[in-house]
Nanobody, 124 residues
Framework: VQLQASGGGSVTAGDSLRLSCAASGVGFRPRAMGWFRQAPGEGREFVAARTRSGGSLYSDSVKGRFTVSWDTAKNTASLQMNSLKPEDTAVYFC???????????????????WGQGTQVTVSS
């Protein structure tokens, strides 16, 4: 199983970015896909998650600005990030899990598979 994240970049506050995460692997059918981020010197922080059944979770810091989606046919998750702020600057990671329930997906320990990070830098 591989997760390939893409779409990061450098933008100005108020701009938008869209991250994508393509999951590959024969017969791989994750139950949920999540997004986390890690700013320099800080721990990994939950951003958003989406379940195969259509449920979504967001951190309070991104709710209303970010939208998580998942094309289950293509096994590709996306994170649409609008109204970006300098405090959104971080390395963003996608993750996938084949187990668990919605309430567990804020915890990075719920995910077995991780992609490489993609840098998002927001300048003021």
């Amino acid at each position: 199983v591989q997760l390939q994240a893409s779409g990061g970049g450098s933008v100005t506050a108020g701009d938008s970015l869209r991250l994508s995460c393509a999951a590959s692997g024969v017969g791989f059918r994750p139950r949920a896909m999540g997004w986390f981020r890690q700013a320099p010197g800080e721990g990994r922080e939950f951003v958003a998650a989406r379940t195969r059944s259509g449920g979504s979770l967001y951190s309070d810091s991104v709710k209303g600005r970010f939208t998580v989606s998942w094309d289950t046919a293509k096994n590709t998750a996306s994170l649409q990030m609008n109204s970006l702020k300098p405090e959104d600057t971080a390395v963003y990671f996608c993750a996938a899990t084949i187990r668990g329930i919605l309430s567990a997906y804020r915890n990075d320990a719920a995910y077995e598979y991780w992609g490489q990070g993609t840098q998002v830098t927001v300048s003021s």
